[in-house]
């Protein structure tokens, strides 16, 4: 009986430790996990102006609740997420979505040139760092939403509530 338990705290704390430590290491690296509310994810989906041809990345995916709206209107939907519990947790909820691929990764190193429509909820001091990402690697014409945050040297073509919408890549005003 005593080993049981055990086992079930196992189970129980072992992904909550996990969960903790890689909130702490995606703050380094990028963003905490806050999710979006489900009008904020409908808004973004507006903004974003989805046609479906489009192959369209979530930087930061969460539980995949960004992809899974964007599932039925797109022809790909790839989610880029650094923490392995969350990674779990959306491949999961996401399991009956054909189009919908979740990359464990770090956004950083993930080559975002086959995207035609991007979405992020990052943070306010990486939002320069990851514009120039951006503009390296985009094709003409990505359209690029974020919740909240602006790129600040860069102009956006429509605002919604808190949502900004870019189309990528810009010539370079800094
Ligand atoms: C503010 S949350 C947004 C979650 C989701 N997109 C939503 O709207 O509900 C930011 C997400 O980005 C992830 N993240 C932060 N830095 C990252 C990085 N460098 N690479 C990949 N994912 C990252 C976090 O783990 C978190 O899930």
Same mark, same amino acid.
């Given at each position: 009986m005593i080993l049981l338990i055990f086992f079930f705290l196992f189970l129980v704390f072992v992904?909550? $430790?996990?969960f903790m430590l890689y909130t702490l290491y995606a703050i380094v690296r990028g963003a905490p996990y806050v999710p979006l509310s489900k009008d904020k994810v409908m808004i973004m989906i507006q903004t974003a102006?989805? #046609?479906s041809t489009d192959t369209f990345f979530d930087l930061g995916s969460g539980d995949?609740?960004?992809l899974r709206a964007a599932a039925p209107l797109v022809k790909q939907c790839i989610g880029i997420e650094i923490n392995p519990v969350l990674y779990y947790w959306s491949r999961l909820l996401c399991r009956r979505y054909k189009n919908i691929t979740i990359k464990r990764q770090d956004l950083w190193m993930v080559d $975002? /040139?086959?995207a035609t429509s991007i979405s992020l909820y990052f943070i306010a001091h990486k939002m320069d760092a990851l514009a120039t990402k951006l503009n390296q690697e985009l094709k003409p014409e990505t359209r690029v939403v974020s919740y909240g945050f602006q790129f600040? /040297?860069?102009?956006?073509? #429509?605002? =919604?509530? =808190?949502v900004y919408l870019y189309v990528f890549p810009q010539r370079i005003n800094q």
């Open positions: 992904p909550i $430790l996990i102006g989805l #046609q995949g609740r960004l $975002l /040139s086959t600040h /040297s860069w102009h956006y073509t #429509q605002k =919604n509530k =808190n």
